[in-house]
Nanobody, 125 residues
Framework: QVQLVESGGGLVQAGGSLRLSCAAS????????MGWFRQAPGKERAFVAA????????DYADSVKGRFSISRDNAKNTLYLQMNSLLLGDTAVYYC??????????????????WGQGTQVTVSS
């Protein structure tokens, strides 16, 4: 399975921006659909965004559509999540995820093949 390591989290004021990165190990990154999930305190892990293995298809949770953008660089084995206009409700641990199948917004945690360790994003007022 692909190994995933997230980075780029931190503390940001509401309305600000952050870019998360997820570095993947192994030669098979381009075979996987990739995505981001997040988990806020006391809540279940939830889908944020997904991108197909070739990058031609993307999908977003309604709560982030128009503010977040997912992308990937298969030559660098790296996944990105550009987060703009951050809201207090975006505070969570963000996890990188991989799957052989592109589920789009119907991607549930139970069908994630590989997880990263997570990176904390805190949005302050």
């Amino acid at each position: 399975q692909v190994q995933l390591v997230e980075s780029g989290g931190g503390l940001v004021q509401a309305g600000g921006s952050l870019r998360l990165s997820c570095a993947a190990s192994g030669p098979t990154f381009s075979r996987y659909a990739m995505g981001w999930f997040r988990q806020a305190p006391g809540k279940e892990r939830a889908f944020v965004a997904a991108i197909s293995n070739g990058g031609d298809r993307t999908d977003y949770a309604d709560s982030v559509k128009g503010r977040f953008s997912i992308s990937r660089d298969n030559a660098k084995n790296t996944l990105y999540l550009q987060m703009n206009s951050l809201l207090l409700g975006d505070t969570a641990v963000y996890y990188c995820a991989a799957s052989p199948v592109f589920y789009g917004r119907r991607w549930y945690p139970q069908t994630v093949g590989s997880w990263g360790q997570g990176t904390q994003v805190t949005v302050s007022s």
